[in-house]
């Protein structure tokens, strides 16, 4: 299969990379790190050994290939769609945190979008190189449920390169139920400047549990059945998983980066005024990593 990884970072260099032991693949990055595969090919190590040569671009323009992943930040997707619709793909599928990037894509690319959601970790240490932080499973299937031979066609392509896949017929649940687990872990552990494991002690531990509830009430309100118990249990289950790592909002706020906070805490807070829900605890959260980037001049 001719795949293109849209957002050539960690995770979308952790997934190229895998997909190239088996897939035609081409990276569409920045430099230095494009120029660094082109020359010497892409590393992972970590949890996994990996060298693989796959093409690398900084050109996303006039693509043309059978699947585009795409991993770029969530607020990145409208620049990232717009430039996909030049080119001409089978099927997208969006590897992104939060809420609504589907929807984005869709609105611009003229073919089927897919929705996945993967638990591996990754970090891009340094050019041409991304450290794999913990193995882990991939999902897939349509962004409003049910079946889709695409689906299936493109589980059975990351199961082919040694990715665990299951096709999913149920994705708009499993996208909420991400939503809480980020929505809990992610702007908690950006503030506080701790490891995931960290929200599994008091008082860490309300402040995420309170705010995986909310989200899970949005849901339902949303007309997606999660109850508050499985928000809850999917939030210390991932957290105990990856009591080592550092969340991507942690990480970009130690490299003084963007958040993807409007997509996740903000997403949760925004549909709950539509829905009328109150969400207390994603409001404060956003709010405060909000303030932080407001101070930082990146909002």
């Given at each position: 299969?001719?795949i293109?990884?849209?957002?050539?970072?960690?995770?979308?260099?952790?997934?190229?990379?895998?997909?190239?032991?088996?897939?035609?693949?081409?990276?569409?990055?920045?430099?230095?790190?494009?120029?660094?595969?082109?020359?010497?090919?892409?590393?992972?190590?970590?949890?996994?050994?990996?060298?693989?040569t796959?093409?690398?671009?900084?050109d996303g323009?006039?693509?043309?290939?059978d699947?585009?992943?795409?991993?770029?930040?969530a607020?990145?997707?409208?620049?990232?769609?717009r430039?996909?619709?030049?080119?001409?793909f089978?099927a997208?599928l969006?590897?992104?945190?939060?809420?609504?990037?589907?929807a984005t894509?869709?609105?611009?690319?003229?073919?089927?979008?897919?929705?996945?959601?993967?638990?591996?970790?990754?970090?891009?240490?340094?050019?041409?190189?991304?450290?794999?932080t913990?193995?882990?499973?991939?999902?897939?299937?349509?962004?409003?449920?049910?079946?889709?031979?695409?689906?299936?066609?493109t589980?059975?392509?990351?199961?082919?390169?040694?990715?665990?896949?299951t096709?999913?017929?149920?994705?708009?649940?499993?996208?909420w139920?991400?939503?809480?687990?980020?929505?809990?872990?992610?702007?908690?552990?950006?503030?506080?400047?701790?490891e995931?494991?960290?929200?599994?002690?008091?008082?860490?531990?309300?402040?995420?549990?309170?705010?995986?509830?909310?989200?899970?009430?949005?849901?339902?309100?949303?007309?997606?059945?999660?109850?508050?118990?499985?928000?809850?249990?999917?939030l210390?289950?991932?957290?105990?998983?990856?009591?080592?790592?550092?969340?991507s909002?942690?990480?970009?706020?130690?490299?003084?980066?963007?958040?993807?906070?409007?997509?996740?805490?903000?997403?949760?807070?925004?549909?709950?005024?539509?829905?009328?829900v109150?969400?207390?605890?994603?409001?404060?959260?956003?709010?405060?990593?909000?303030?932080?980037e407001?101070?930082?001049?990146?909002?």
């Amino acid at each position: 299969m001719d795949i293109v990884v849209f957002g050539a970072g960690s995770l979308g260099s952790l997934v190229g990379g895998l997909l190239a032991r088996e897939h035609d693949v081409t990276l569409v990055g920045r430099n230095p790190h494009v120029e660094r595969i082109e020359g010497d090919g892409l590393t992972i190590d970590g949890q996994l050994d990996v060298r693989v040569t796959p093409t690398a671009t900084t050109d996303g323009t006039d693509l043309t290939a059978d699947l585009a992943v795409v991993a770029v930040k969530a607020f990145d997707t409208d620049a990232a769609a717009r430039t996909l619709a030049t080119g001409s793909f089978d099927a997208a599928l969006s590897l992104q945190n939060g809420m609504g990037n589907e929807a984005t894509l869709a609105s611009h690319i003229d073919c089927p979008v897919l929705a996945g959601t993967i638990t591996y970790g990754a970090m891009l240490v340094a050019p041409g190189r991304v450290e794999c932080t913990g193995i882990g499973h991939l999902v897939v299937g349509p962004r409003d449920g049910g079946t889709d031979p695409l689906a299936d066609h493109t589980g059975a392509a990351f199961d082919a390169a040694g990715i665990e896949t299951t096709v999913a017929t149920d994705m708009p649940r499993r996208l909420w139920r991400k939503l809480a687990v980020n929505a809990a872990i992610n702007p908690i552990t950006a503030l506080a400047r701790v490891e995931n494991g960290a929200i599994l002690d008091s008082p860490a531990a309300d402040i995420a549990a309170s705010a995986a509830r909310e989200t899970a009430r949005v849901a339902r309100a949303d007309g997606v059945e999660l109850a508050d118990h499985d928000a809850v249990a999917a939030l210390e289950s991932v957290a105990s998983a990856t009591a080592d790592n550092r969340s991507s909002m942690l990480q970009d706020v130690e490299n003084d980066s963007r958040t993807e906070v409007d997509a996740i805490s903000g997403y949760v807070v925004d549909r709950a005024e539509e829905v009328d829900v109150k969400t207390p605890t994603n409001r404060t959260l956003a709010g405060a990593i909000r303030a932080w980037e407001s101070g930082r001049g990146l909002r």
